[in-house]
């Protein structure tokens, strides 16, 4: 069954970095693109960045272009988001998400927690 | 960027009631539409996607329908599972957006 574990979270100074991970199993890694998704406690759910299957496309929110950067490491089945200048509105629990046809996210981490606080 | 609004945000309804809520889109989206379940302290799930294409395992109480700008997710008959946050999705144009959720609440 797939399976997606988020890890990395943890509270954070604002300017700061940190590097979150998503170890996927239960599919072809290689044949599906992946997404971060956030949610704010107690908000809605704001997308974040994909990346294609083949790792050489990119997509990402507004909000956070330029300060985080998704990868993944085929070899490992892991998908990352590099997150820097970090500022406290970035507070939220972040998912990893499949990607089926499409753009649509099939199956979800359990997500993993970033607080941003001095 | 493709604004979503969801109505409406707050929804109380008892079991066995059929409940509609709708999305609305800023721009036209095609079908190119999902609808999420959430609960509290959980991922989001998968419902419906291409605005009327039940996921898999989904049961068929729920259905979608919509186009151009508007959506909506129908549950035929409430059961007490379904009581959750519903969100709907655009990925009809980068950035991908969701709505702000619809929270349906037992009466």
């Known amino acids: 069954q797939v399976q997606l574990l988020e890890s990395g979270g943890g509270v954070v100074q604002p300017g700061t970095s940190l590097r979150l991970s998503c170890v996927a199993s239960?599919?072809?890694?290689?044949?599906?693109?992946m997404h971060w998704v956030r949610q704010a406690p107690g908000k809605g759910l704001e997308w974040v960045a994909l990346?294609?299957?083949?790792?050489?496309?990119?997509h990402y929110a507004d909000s956070v272009r330029g300060r985080f950067t998704i990868s993944r490491d085929d070899s490992e089945n892991t998908l990352y988001l590099q997150m820097s200048s970090l500022r406290p509105e970035d507070t939220a629990f972040y998912y990893c998400?499949?990607?089926?046809?499409?753009?649509?996210?099939?199956?979800w981490g359990r997500g993993t927690l970033v607080t941003v606080s001095s | 960027d493709i604004q979503l609004t969801q109505s409406p945000t707050f929804l109380s309804a008892s079991v066995g009631d059929r409940v509609t809520i709708t999305c609305r889109a800023s721009?036209?989206?095609?079908?190119?539409v999902a609808w999420y379940q959430q609960k509290p302290g959980r991922a989001p799930k998968l419902l419906i996607y291409a605005a009327s294409t039940l996921h898999s395992g989904v049961p068929f109480r729920f259905s979608g329908s919509g186009s151009g700008t508007e959506s909506t997710l129908t549950i035929s008959s409430l059961q007490p599972e379904d009581f959750a946050t519903y969100y709907c999705?655009?990925?009809?144009?980068?950035?991908?957006?969701f709505g702000q959720g619809t929270r349906l609440e037992i009466k």
């Open positions: 990346v294609s299957n083949d790792g050489k496309n990119t």
């Open positions: 239960g599919f072809t890694f290689t044949s599906f693109g």
């Open positions: 999705q655009q990925v009809h144009s980068d950035p991908i957006t």
């Open positions: 998400a499949k990607q089926m046809g499409g753009w649509y996210n099939d199956y």
């Open positions: 721009q036209a989206i095609s079908s190119f």
